[in-house]
């Protein structure tokens, strides 16, 4: 069963910069779409970053122009690429593979990480 691991969250100051890893492990499938979602302390989980197996991407309003959604050549990877961070960037990261793209019945969430804006 394929499994999520994010990494590269941590703390930066406001206008710094952070790159994102998401490895998908468990299985050979390249997956079609795979996400970036967030949430921070009191909100729902947004959806920030999705990226297709052709390279397609889609963003958020408020995270255009500042992030960047990628696949490496392995294609299991996704990477991203966070520049100018604000405060209110903050928040757990959690990578995403949609059930009917996972092929499961519920969708696919690695356990996040924490990105920390501060001064």
């Known amino acids: 069963q394929v499994q999520l691991v994010e990494s590269g969250g941590g703390l930066v100051q406001p206008g710094g910069s952070l790159r994102l890893s998401c490895a998908a492990s468990g299985s050979m499938f390249t997956y079609s779409v795979m996400n970036w979602y967030r949430q921070a302390p009191g909100k729902e989980r947004e959806l920030v970053a999705s990226?297709?197996?052709?390279?397609?991407?889609t963003y958020a309003d408020s995270v255009k122009g500042r992030f960047t959604i990628s696949r490496t050549s392995a294609q299991n990877t996704v990477l991203l690429q966070m520049n100018n961070l604000k405060p209110e960037d903050a928040a757990i990261y959690y990578c995403?593979?949609?059930?009917?793209?996972?092929?499961?019945?519920?969708?696919?969430w690695g356990q996040g990480t924490q990105v920390t804006i501060e001064s």
């Open positions: 990226i297709n197996i052709g390279g397609g991407t």
């Open positions: 995403n593979i949609p059930k009917y793209v996972a092929g499961t019945s519920d969708d696919v």
